[in-house]
C-alpha cells in the first residue's frame, strides 16, 4: 500500500492532484483552526502559527501510517473498499474535524459519511486508533483536516 502526504498546507484552494494513476492517499492539506463550525481562522493576509502546521504534518503522518497498516482489518477493509468504490466513480475529499485530548488521544471525530456505513466504521476505527503527539497548547480545535481517498494499488498477484 502507498500513500504520500502533501507537507504543505493549502490555505486558499484545496484542489484535486493531477490525472495520473490512482492511488490510496491521505493528505493532509490545511489547518484552520476551526472553532466548532464557525470560522475562527487566521484573517486573509495572516498565515497561521509555524507551530499548528507542523503539528498538523505529524498528526497526518500518523493517520496516514494508520491508513495503510497492512495488519490491521478495518484498514484493510477500507483499502479493499476504496479500490472498489474509486475505480466506478472518484470519491470527493471528506472534511474531518478531530478533536484531541492533551496527551494526543484522539476523543472525537466527525467526517461526512463515506456512503458506506462499514468503510465509515472502519475510518473510524482506524482514525480513533491513532496515537498522536500532544498537541501544542495554544492550537484550536477541532483540528480540521481534509482526506482524499483515492484508488489504492492493487494487491501483488502471488506467483
Do not use: N
Not at 484573517?43 to 497526518?60: F, I, K, T
Not at 501510517?65 to 475505480?87: F, I, K, M, Y
Not at 458506506?116 to 480545535?141: E, I, N, S
Amino acid at each position: 500500500m502507498h500513500s504520500s502526504l502533501d507537507p504543505h498546507p493549502r490555505a486558499a484552494v484545496v484542489g484535486r492532484q493531477p490525472a495520473g494513476p490512482r492511488r490510496f492517499r491521505a493528505r493532509l492539506l490545511r489547518t484552520l483552526g476551526l472553532l466548532g463550525l464557525g470560522a475562527a481562522c487566521a484573517a486573509p493576509g495572516q498565515s497561521l502559527p509555524p507551530h499548528w502546521v507542523h503539528y498538523a504534518q505529524q498528526a497526518g503522518t500518523q493517520f496516514q501510517a494508520g491508513l495503510g497498516h497492512a495488519s490491521d482489518p478495518a484498514a484493510l477493509r477500507l483499502q479493499a473498499w476504496a479500490r472498489e468504490r474509486v475505480a466506478r466513480q472518484p470519491a470527493p475529499p471528506l472534511v474531518m474535524r478531530v478533536w484531541l485530548s492533551r496527551g494526543g488521544r484522539v476523543e472525537r471525530l466527525e467526517f461526512g459519511s463515506l456512503g458506506h456505513a462499514q468503510a465509515d466504521a472502519d475510518l473510524r476505527a482506524v482514525l480513533m486508533a491513532q496515537a498522536l503527539p500532544a498537541p501544542p497548547p495554544d492550537l484550536r480545535q477541532p483540528l480540521v483536516l481534509e482526506l482524499t481517498l483515492d484508488r489504492p494499488p492493487q494487491p501483488a498477484a502471488a506467483g
